[in-house]
């Protein structure tokens, strides 16, 4: 179970091809740029990131997938 219940909140991870930090987006790929990151609202939406996270991570794409806290404001994102 996530740990952030009712935050806003993105998922992120380290590439394993180059350990570069990403953020899951909306088309399910992982990005470099956190303004594209999908935002989880509500923990149903928290716990399916993560789901895609634990998927992704045993297909040995990602590594270390967790969710971290966001704010949002006019549109950007901002670490909570």
Same mark, same amino acid.
Do not use: C, Q
């Given at each position: 179970?996530?740990?952030?219940a009712?935050?806003?909140s993105?998922?992120t991870a380290? @590439?394993?091809?180059?350990?570069?930090?990403?953020? !899951?987006?909306? &088309?399910?790929?992982?990005?470099?740029n956190?303004?594209?990151?999908v935002v989880a609202?509500s923990?149903d939406?928290a716990r399916?990131l993560e789901? @895609?996270g634990?998927?992704?991570?045993?297909?040995? !794409?990602?590594v &270390?997938?967790?969710?971290?806290e966001?704010?949002?404001?006019d549109g950007?994102l901002?670490?909570?």
């Open positions: 179970m996530s740990k952030i009712s935050a806003n993105v998922l380290n @590439r394993l091809s180059d350990g570069v930090v990403v953020f !899951l987006d909306f &088309e399910g790929a992982w990005n470099e956190i303004r594209e990151a609202h923990p939406e399916a789901d @895609r634990a998927y992704d991570a045993s297909r040995n !794409l990602v &270390e997938p967790h969710l971290i966001v704010r949002e404001a950007t901002f670490l909570a």
